[in-house]
């Protein structure tokens, strides 16, 4: 399998199976548009196809031409077998590695586009007390099998409002490393308005990754992301997240994480005004929402924004060539060191490796699963696990997801996120097709930057 096409002047073609990508001439390009796999497999002169061209191309250019793409063949490099269809039927439920710890079902912003109710989850407002976070650690080391690494993330709402639980807790559980052969990874996010110094300190000693989340422009962030009684946010922040990654330091993680919705197609503004406030580390993704509502991207909008990609992408590659130190989340991609052949087909472990627990000590399979009493796996109290759900979550992979077996993105996306997919599509094996869309194009760009400064 592959795909081929056109981005800022380069012919970009990507050889699924083997993740080998090409810049090829425009000859090449065409070439592939009129020769089969079984052409190049068998090494039949594709006569029609050579024909087809003569008129624009000389016979030697086209010979030359064919010869190349047979020696990608040859090399594995293009038309690749499939090697990942083998893990699939193999594919296990796995030992418990990660959990989303909702510190907090309570926020003190009231964002508009919030999949979590505006911080509540739809369940009332309630902060996690230490006993309940303290069987959730448990629970993790107990599931956790013969993992050494954990990873716990500190979740809401917003987790400052309860950060006496969130600092009794992080000592707890590296008080607990040594005793079962353990090391815990902590991340926090934030909407910032309760950073202060302490905090901060806090924050950038014991969290591996924080997230510091804020939209953009001050126009576009604080048209969504107010306070309950309606104020914007962006003037507190901003020194605020200055501050905290000016401490941070550059051997520590941390990414400012925006949303961007139907007001703001133009986002390489606020891509671009983020870096400017001094964050190179930026993730600005599409909201997620029922079509229709005023803030929501639609079909129509499609490809407006995937001319907005585009740009964005020419942006940065001008930027990177540049030698400014930016990383833009979307477009990051590891050629040479990816993930394993299993996240590749079954993405972020949800409801497997990775589980989410709420303030009355609930496990559901992710954080965008709270609330769905369907969903429920079990609790922290009683120490049970939905096993047979676990199996089924484990046998999300791409393989099993009919609409995923011939996207050439596959491997990339993974089957996209389960929550989205069964939220707008009705089931986790069906994708959302809007999300499909976005990232195919999203990872187009990040294709193209990796190939043209690899020239």
């Given at each position: 399998?592959?795909?081929?096409?056109?981005?800022?002047?380069?012919?970009?073609?990507?050889?699924?199976?083997?993740?080998?990508?090409?810049?090829?001439?425009?000859?090449?390009?065409e070439l592939?548009?009129l020769i089969?796999e079984?052409?190049i497999?068998?090494?039949?002169?594709?006569?029609?196809?050579?024909?087809?061209?003569?008129?624009?191309?000389?016979?030697?250019?086209?010979?030359?031409?064919?010869?190349?793409?047979?020696?990608?063949f040859?090399?594995?490099?293009?038309?690749?077998?499939?090697?990942?269809?083998?893990?699939?039927?193999?594919?296990?439920?796995?030992?418990?590695?990660?959990?989303c710890?909702?510190?907090a079902?309570?926020?003190?912003?009231?964002?508009?586009?919030?999949?979590?109710?505006?911080?509540?989850?739809?369940?009332?407002?309630?902060?996690?007390?230490?006993?309940?976070?303290?069987?959730?650690?448990?629970?993790?080391?107990?599931?956790?099998?013969?993992?050494?690494?954990?990873?716990?993330?500190?979740?809401?709402?917003?987790?400052?409002?309860?950060?006496?639980t969130?600092k009794?807790?992080?000592a707890?559980?590296?008080?607990?490393?040594?005793?079962?052969?353990?090391?815990?990874?902590?991340?926090?996010?934030?909407?910032?308005?309760?950073?202060d110094?302490?905090?901060?300190?806090f924050?950038?000693?014991?969290?591996?990754?924080?997230?510091?989340?804020?939209?953009?422009?001050?126009?576009?962030?604080?048209?969504?992301?107010?306070?309950?009684?309606?104020?914007?946010?962006?003037?507190?922040?901003?020194?605020?997240?200055?501050?905290?990654?000016?401490?941070?330091?550059?051997?520590?993680?941390?990414?400012?994480?925006?949303?961007?919705?139907?007001?703001?197609?133009?986002?390489?503004k606020?891509v671009?005004?983020l870096?400017?406030?001094?964050?190179?580390?930026?993730?600005?993704?599409?909201?997620?929402?029922?079509?229709?509502?005023?803030?929501?991207?639609?079909?129509?909008?499609?490809?407006?924004?995937?001319?907005?990609?585009?740009?964005l992408a020419?942006?940065?590659l001008?930027?990177k060539?540049?030698?400014?130190?930016?990383?833009?989340?979307?477009?990051?991609?590891?050629?040479?060191?990816?993930?394993?052949a299993?996240?590749r087909?079954?993405?972020?472990?949800?409801?497997?490796?990775?589980?989410?627990?709420?303030?009355?000590?609930?496990?559901?399979?992710?954080?965008?699963?709270?609330?769905?009493?369907?969903?429920?796996?079990?609790?922290?109290?009683?120490g049970?696990?939905?096993?047979?759900?676990?199996?089924?979550?484990?046998?999300?992979?791409?393989?099993?997801?009919?609409?995923?077996r011939?996207?050439?993105?596959?491997?990339?996306c993974?089957?996209?996120?389960?929550?989205?997919?069964?939220?707008?599509?009705?089931?986790?094996?069906?994708?959302?097709?809007?999300?499909?869309?976005?990232?195919?194009k999203?990872l187009?760009?990040?294709?193209?930057?990796?190939?043209?400064?690899?020239?």
């Open positions: 399998m592959i795909h081929k096409y056109k981005l800022n002047g380069y012919n970009i073609l990507l050889d699924v199976y083997s993740g080998a990508v090409h810049i090829i001439d425009e000859l090449c390009f592939l548009e089969s079984e052409d497999t068998a090494d039949s002169r594709p006569s029609a196809a050579f024909s087809a061209l003569a008129g624009r191309y000389a016979p030697a250019d086209i010979e030359e031409a064919y010869a190349e793409l047979r020696s990608l040859l090399a594995g490099q293009l038309f690749s077998k499939d090697d990942y269809g083998v893990f699939a039927d193999k594919i296990r439920p796995a030992p418990v590695k990660a959990m710890l909702h510190i079902h309570d926020c003190n912003l009231r964002c508009e586009y919030c999949f979590a109710a505006k911080g509540d989850f739809g369940r009332g407002r309630k902060l996690m007390d230490f006993e309940t976070g303290k069987k959730a650690i448990d629970f993790l080391i107990e599931q956790s099998s013969g993992r050494h690494n954990l990873e716990v993330d500190f979740f809401g709402g917003e987790p400052l409002m309860n950060m006496d969130v009794r807790l992080v707890y559980a590296r008080s607990l490393e040594k005793l079962h052969n353990k090391k815990f990874r902590f991340t926090l996010t934030t909407n910032g308005l309760l950073l110094s302490d905090n901060m300190d924050i950038n000693a014991e969290m591996s990754n924080v997230v510091l989340s804020i939209d953009g422009r001050k126009e576009i962030n604080d048209r969504l992301r107010v306070t309950p009684g309606g104020k914007g946010s962006y003037d507190v922040i901003v020194p605020k997240y200055q501050e905290l990654v000016k401490r941070r330091g550059r051997d520590k993680h941390y990414y400012v994480r925006g949303t961007f919705t139907g007001y703001n197609p133009d986002f390489t606020d671009l005004r870096y400017e406030l001094g964050f190179d580390q930026i993730s600005v993704e599409p909201v997620v929402s029922e079509q229709g509502l005023p803030y929501a991207i639609n079909p129509e909008d499609l490809p407006r924004i995937f001319t907005e990609y585009e740009t020419k942006t940065i001008e930027m060539r540049r030698g400014d130190k930016i990383n833009f989340f979307h477009f990051m991609l590891e050629p040479d060191s990816g993930p394993c299993i996240k087909l079954r993405g972020c472990g949800c409801g497997n490796e990775y589980v989410a627990v709420t303030p009355e000590g609930d496990i559901y399979p992710c954080h965008q699963f709270v609330g769905n009493e369907d969903y429920k796996m079990g609790s922290v109290y009683s049970e696990l939905d096993t047979g759900m676990k199996e089924r979550f484990s046998k999300t992979s791409i393989y099993h997801k009919p609409d995923c011939d996207c050439w993105a596959k491997f990339y993974s089957g996209g996120c389960n929550a989205n997919n069964l939220q707008y599509a009705g089931d986790i094996n069906t994708p959302h097709e809007m999300s499909c869309r976005l990232g195919e999203r187009e760009c990040a294709l193209m930057i990796m190939a043209a400064l690899a020239e």
